[in-house]
């Protein structure tokens, strides 16, 4: 006996825009009884996840702050997620964003104008997709399979961060602590209205990119050619687009979204670099890009459901005193449901005796 | 469905203020950030020990409130302006990352009190740093070590090249050059506060170089498991860890941070709080040793005096006759460091055969 997923032949529109709705009333179900099971009351505990993080100013300030890379990353993905390039390494390419945009505040301080700025996000930008573009040319080139490569050059980006900031990058009056000088006031980015909160114009970016991205996907011929390579290489063959070169536009379009993110992310919350940057945010844009159904404008609101998840989790644990542990299995349960609702829409479920012969299918895949 | 919601919630506070009516007054809030989990046996699990002592000692007075694992960056910013809005008259920001969020936020909160442990930025009135002068313990250590140590080696696990941890390092080997003027020690940068399997990695390779103990500046209990499976003796970190070595632990620096919690939480009360910086020892109470234990009774003596003696103000460990690494004098004969040369101290004292990391 075994459990076997089979496509269904046609999926139905009406499941699949209830779909996320299914899947917010199964969490706020499973949730409850597992608030019910802590001895804590399941309504507060619900209350405050998802409706007390937005009933103050500043605490929309912070969903946009934590939401900004989520979103900048998790665009840039779409396109790579859809041309069927797996890019995993756009932590990676975060954090070469944020070194290469960092070199001006850091390494020539006394350098103090309005053109810094710019000039920094450009960089960053150019890091990070100077970096996404290493597994596409290791593609293209050598066939490698970007998952791993793009996955393995994370931990070298992250170790070489590490050696910056202890080493040569070292703050010269910081008594040998782990941290770069402090960004000069021309190399902060800018708050978007400050006098009600902290959010920067990282989000404001990452809005226009999302923007901007949809209508590529949506409105231009780029946007078909980066489907019907997605979906079907060798259709794409004969409408003469080149596979090789849509590698190279996906990775560079996402390493400099997730560059931009990381560079934004530094100059605008952080202020300084420090050996870990990101908590994550390059492998929780790929679960954002997903949720966001790798629709641009899906993911604006992922990303901001993503980020709710951990302001309310916070917000549990000092109202309820809950440990972090239970926070992180509830944001685990709401994942679980939105992504089992989607598959259960275009499958379903058949279980198969031991007799019955295994229907092969045929492998996706560049053919 | 919303109406629903808002009469719970409506109910759910009066519930909890019905609870708080039979006190005459409000408790006041007392908070904190951790920046690894409450259940790491190690060092977060010490500051929240603190804590829990601050909640025995006030009772229904206070009301305490933690984020833990929190990460250094933005999310602490966050944590530190949550808790600063939750009602919070003073929060614990208990770890060195945390510096440039705390002072941050204590700019937009200026009547909450903010206490950075480790840190040396006090950019706003409403913040004060400490710390504890954990190197009287490594003294004491090295004073065991020196006699303990059949190879006259010791394997020393570090975590980064921070004044704090260079400082330890020297006054456990003054420690130890008291009773054994050879005295050798290995060092390992784990360059991490936490990470067992690297720990116990780090304390493996010691231990098949040669040595036959084994002390560490990081927090889990990992190189003291390692070194009893060696059947070589070791020292605990921050906690008392004698559960899980019973015949290892020699003794461990316990970090008691509760009588500083409790007299800072006493000040916010009385109203009396004022900014700064405290580093306080075994004399105050913040340094403790954990029982001497797997030593015979004449080690455990002179350990016992050592203590005595730091812990009564008579001696420093950073008393000289001491030269630098290089063999240039530091310290003249009955010279004592001033505490703010200790706390930028960026240099090995002589005997030590290692080179600072940078």
């Given at each position: 006996?075994?459990?076997e997923?089979?496509k269904r032949?046609?999926?139905?529109a009406?499941?699949s825009?209830?779909s996320p ?14 608030f019910?099971?802590l001895?804590?009351?399941?309504v507060?505990a619900l209350y ?7 009933r ?14 989520l979103i900048?990353i998790?665009?840039?993905?779409s396109?790579c ?10 932590e990676?390419?975060?954090i070469v ?28 930008i150019?890091?990070?997709a ?5 597994p596409?040319l290791l593609?293209?080139?050598?066939n ?16 070489f ?8 990058w070292?703050?010269?009056?910081g ?10 006031e021309?190399a902060?980015l800018?708050?978007?209205l400050?006098?009600s ?17 949809w209508?590529?996907l ?10 019907v ?8 063959r004969?409408?003469g687009?080149s596979?090789?070169?849509?590698v190279?536009?996906a990775?560079l379009?996402?390493?400099?979204l ?9 100059s605008g ?8 940057i ?7 844009a ?22 709710l998840s ?5 917000a549990a ?5 809950v ?5 992180r299995a509830?944001q ?10 989607d ?12 007799q ?5 299918e ?6 | ?7 719970f919630?409506?109910?759910a506070?009066?519930?909890s203020?019905?609870?708080m ?13 951790y920046?690894?989990p409450i259940g790491d046996?190690?060092y ?6 603190g804590?829990l002592d ?5 009772g229904d007075k206070v009301e305490?409130?933690?984020?833990e694992?929190?990460?250094?960056g ?11 809005r ?11 990352g945390?510096?440039?969020?705390t ?18 930025k ?18 004491v250590?090295g004073?065991?070590?020196?006699k303990?140590?059949e190879?006259?080696v010791?394997?020393y696990?570090?975590?980064f090249?921070?004044p704090?941890v ?7 080997m003054?420690?130890a050059?008291s009773?054994?003027?050879?005295f050798k ?11 067992p ?5 780090a ?20 190189p ?7 059947g070589?003796?070791g ?5 008392d860890?004698i559960?899980f ?6 003794t461990?620096i ?11 939480v ?5 109203g009396?709080?004022?900014q700064?910086d ?13 029982p001497?234990t797997?030593?015979?009774d004449d080690?455990?003596k002179?350990?016992?005096?050592t ?9 420093n460990?950073?008393t000289?006759?001491?030269s630098?690494?290089?063999?240039s004098?530091w ?9 703010s040369?200790?706390?930028?101290m ?8 290692d080179?600072?990391?940078?």
């Amino acid at each position: 006996m075994r459990i076997e997923l089979v496509k269904r032949p046609q999926h139905s529109a009406l499941f699949s825009a209830l779909s996320p709705f299914i899947a917010l009333a199964l969490t706020l179900v499973a949730g409850a009884i597992m608030f019910a099971l802590l001895g804590k009351n399941p309504v507060q505990a619900l209350y405050l996840y998802f409706i007390d993080p937005l009933r103050e100013v500043w605490s929309l300030h912070e969903l946009a702050i934590k939401a900004a890379p989520l979103i900048l990353i998790g665009v840039g993905l779409s396109v790579c997620f859809l041309s069927n390039n797996w890019n995993i390494g756009a932590e990676g390419q975060f954090i070469v964003g944020a070194i290469i945009g960092s070199i001006l505040p850091v390494l020539f301080p006394e350098f103090q104008s309005w053109i810094v700025l710019p000039i920094m996000l450009l960089l960053g930008i150019v890091g990070g997709a100077a970096y996404g573009s290493i597994p596409a040319l290791l593609k293209v080139r050598f066939n490698t399979n970007e998952i791993l490569t793009s996955l393995m050059l994370v931990y070298v980006a992250q170790l070489f961060l590490d050696w910056l900031v202890r080493g040569p990058w070292r703050n010269p009056e910081g008594f040998n602590f782990p941290q770069t000088r402090s960004f000069h006031e021309f190399a902060i980015l800018p708050e978007l209205l400050p006098a009600s909160g902290r959010a920067n114009w990282g989000f404001a970016f990452a809005i226009i990119a999302a923007i901007v991205l949809w209508f590529l996907l949506s409105k231009t011929l780029k946007g078909f050619e980066i489907k019907v390579l997605g979906q079907s290489p060798r259709a794409g063959r004969f409408a003469g687009f080149s596979n090789a070169r849509m590698v190279f536009f996906a990775f560079l379009v996402s390493g400099g979204l997730a560059g931009l993110a990381g560079i934004s992310e530094v100059s605008g919350a952080i202020g300084h670099l420090q050996p870990s940057i990101s908590p994550g945010y390059g492998f929780t844009a790929i679960i954002v890009a997903f949720l966001g159904r790798l629709n641009p404008l899906g993911i604006v609101a992922a990303g901001l459901v993503l980020a709710l998840s951990y302001l309310g989790g916070e917000a549990a644990q000092i109202s309820l005193g809950v440990s972090d542990k239970v926070a992180r299995a509830f944001q685990g349960m709401l994942l679980f449901f939105v992504l089992a609702s989607d598959t259960l829409i275009h499958y379903r479920i058949r279980l198969v005796g031991r007799q019955a012969a295994p229907a092969a299918e045929a492998p996706h895949g560049n053919a | 469905m919303k109406k629903a919601l808002v009469s719970f919630a409506a109910a759910a506070a009066v519930l909890s203020l019905g609870t708080m009516g039979a006190m005459a007054q409000d408790p006041t809030k007392v908070c904190a950030i951790y920046v690894g989990p409450i259940g790491d046996y190690g060092y977060s699990y010490q500051h929240h020990q603190g804590m829990l002592d601050v909640k025995e000692h006030f009772g229904d007075k206070v009301e305490i409130s933690y984020l833990e694992n929190v990460a250094e960056g933005p999310d602490a910013e966050r944590a530190l302006e949550r808790l600063a809005r939750s009602g919070c008259k003073i929060v614990f920001a208990t770890s060195f990352g945390f510096m440039d969020p705390t002072n941050k936020v204590a700019a937009r909160f200026p009547d909450v009190k903010f206490e950075h442990a480790t840190g040396y930025k006090r950019e706003h009135e409403n913040v004060s740093t400490y710390n504890s002068k954990f190197h009287e313990g490594r003294y004491v250590q090295g004073v065991i070590a020196g006699k303990m140590s059949e190879k006259g080696v010791a394997g020393y696990i570090a975590s980064f090249p921070i004044p704090e941890v260079i400082m330890g390092i020297n006054a456990f080997m003054l420690g130890a050059q008291s009773v054994n003027p050879d005295f050798k020690v290995k060092i390992v940068w784990a360059n991490t506060w936490i990470d067992p399997a690297k720990e116990a990695d780090a304390a493996k390779a010691l231990i098949d170089q040669g040595v036959d103990i084994i002390t560490q500046h990081t927090d889990s209990t990992a190189p003291l498991q390692v070194a009893a499976e060696r059947g070589i003796k070791g020292f605990g970190q921050a906690s008392d860890m004698i559960k899980f070595a019973p015949e290892t632990q020699l003794t461990s620096i316990v970090d008691d941070w509760g009588p500083y919690y409790i007299e800072r939480v006493q000040a916010v009360i009385d109203g009396s709080w004022k900014q700064s910086d405290v580093w306080g020892g075994m004399k105050e109470g913040h340094v403790v040793m954990a029982p001497y234990t797997n030593m015979p009774d004449d080690v455990k003596k002179l350990a016992e005096e050592t203590e005595a003696k730091i812990k009564s103000g008579e001696f420093n460990p950073f008393t000289g006759p001491i030269s630098k690494q290089d063999g240039s004098e530091w310290l003249k004969e009955g010279e004592v460091a001033e505490d703010s040369e200790v706390l930028q101290m960026n240099f090995y004292i002589k005997g030590i055969d290692d080179k600072i990391p940078n």
